[in-house]
């Protein structure tokens, strides 16, 4: 079973800033894509930012600005700088890797942004 491995999450205080990181397995065949998502208490799992093999990059409206992708293509990970954060911010994060013939979803991690 393909596991993706994340880490990085946690309690931060409003403003503070936090940065995820996520591993593919190097048994994942062609992957094109990888990103990050997240899901807040009671509302729908939601892309935060993602990025393709030659860095074409998505980001959510709301994080624009404050919250950075970026991807080693060699070591299979994906990382996902997150600046001046807010209570709004906190979510359950995953990580979601696309390949040619499938997709993937990490655990998620917890981020929780408050006093």
């Known amino acids: 079973q393909v596991q993706l491995e994340e880490s990085g999450g946690g309690l931060v205080q409003p403003v503070g800033s936090l940065n995820l990181s996520c591993t593919a397995p190097?048994?994942?065949?062609?992957?094109?894509?990888m990103g990050w998502y997240r899901q807040a208490p009671g509302k729908q799992r939601e892309l935060v930012a993602d990025?393709?093999?030659?860095?074409?990059?998505e980001y959510a409206d709301s994080v624009k600005g404050r919250f950075t992708i970026t991807r080693d293509n060699a070591k299979n990970m994906v990382y996902l700088q997150m600046n001046s954060l807010t209570p709004e911010n906190t979510a359950v994060y995953y990580c979601?890797?696309?390949?040619?013939?499938?997709?993937?979803w990490g655990q998620g991690t917890p981020v929780t942004v408050s006093s």
């Open positions: 979601k890797v696309d390949a040619v013939y499938q997709s993937y």
């Open positions: 190097g048994t994942i065949f062609k992957i094109y894509l």
């Open positions: 990025i393709t093999n030659d860095g074409n990059i």
